[in-house]
């Protein structure tokens, strides 16, 4: 069932909470895909007490206007629980529990949701591939094998492979949109400033976005009207209304659209020929569904990676620096001065992406070299921004692929002699078509869209105008309507 198909069930007393979120219990503990990450001791059973006080309030005549009451959701292990462990899937936060609730937890406990536990992903969020958690790697549901994509790949795979309906993921540079294109799900970020980021371990700040992932539209859109909207404890929140559902349902037409199509990204070198294809009969159902479809040559395409890095490590250098063995997490017992406290314990603490990400960071913050590359990289982004509004006072959205390929073997980047595989370089490059959006502040989804020859699954990312996100929720779910589900997980 689908997630408003479950809270309708229960709602009408033909499907008990307890009955709904045993099954995510179970998956949690199988985790065939190590798509979770791990809890404390007594955590089912304090789980299923939830379940049972829910049903009663349930059955007690609350949440009646909640499309997803009753319903289990995960939550990327960068969300802050109180009492539960949040490590951003770090050993520099291993056995830390939060003290407080992310917004977005209070909002999901609001609306009568349970949480069943955390999900894995890249360290720290920095990762494209969900291999660099200190977890392990976590595996694509359509093949063991292949990557599930990151940094939101817990959230992802759990979802594809039905172990919970629903999930939070965050998107820095794609991390919500590519792991959902690699699983074949639905995953959504929105239009910055329109969920709270408060409680959520910060990576770049700027580019930062909570977002939803689920098996379709519908359920993505419920559950994205239930975390959107103002929030006092964020003042980079700016939203006053959380999204509406009734607005989604309106706009779900595709006829008379006028839909972008950047040319340039469809010929890049890295873009696989099978994705191609998949995007274009993709852009023919608009076409078909009475859209107007127009190619355009997207401006500054070569800026969109080094500016996103410059950028993404220098936020991430800059607020990392709170980890440093003393206040809490990972503390090295070979360090016997302050320096040993502050250079051991981030050297074992940290593993070699996110050192990596800080290096690059803290090299391009510092004197001589902050005016030729952050400064120049803010420029970029600036003009990137200033273009994506041009294009939308012509465009409703742009259509692209997700990504350039579709999920890759495990370990195929993971060290420069394979580059002629994956390699780091060609890693970072999988950002092209989805990091321009985050340095916009833009809303995008990643839908579904066909399979390539191994049966791995094929995205499509639809963008809209800032702020548009009900409009963009819309013509998302008449593409789906249209084309029906292309990937079964």
Known sequence: MSALEISAKIKAGELKVVDAVRPCLDALKENRHNAFTPVKTGH??????????????IDAGEFVDSPLAGVPIGLKDNVSQINELVTGSSKMLTGYESVFNATIVDKIEQAGMLIVGKLNMDEFAMGSTNETSFYGAVTNPHNNDRVAGGSSGGSAAAVAAKEIPLAIGSDTGGSIRQPSAFCGVVGMKPTYGTVSRYGVLAFASSLDQVGAIASNVSDCSALLSVISGEDKLDSTCVTKKPFCLETIDESANLSGLKVGIPRNFLDVDVLDKEIKESVTAAIETFRTAGAIIEEFEMPLMEYIIPAYYIISCAEGSSNFSKYD??????????AKTLNEVYRLSRSEGFGMEVKRRIMVGSFVLSSGY???????????????????????????VILTPTTPITAYKLKS???ESEIANVGIMKMYM???????????GLPAISVPCGVDGEGLPIGLQIIGDSFADEKLLGIAKAYENIAGSVVKA
């Open 44 to 57: 089912e059973e304090r789980v299923l007490k939830k379940a049972e006080s829910l049903q009663k309030r």
């Open 325 to 334: 063995g003393l206040k809490y997490g990972y503390r090295s017992e070979k």
């Open 370 to 396: 902050y005016d030729a590359y952050y400064k120049k990289a803010l420029q970029a982004r600036e003009l990137i921004k200033n273009n994506y509004l041009k294009l939308f006072e012509k465009f409703d």
């Open 413 to 415: 980047h993971q060290t």
């Open 430 to 440: 999988g950002d092209i078509y989805t990091a321009s959006v985050n340095l916009a």
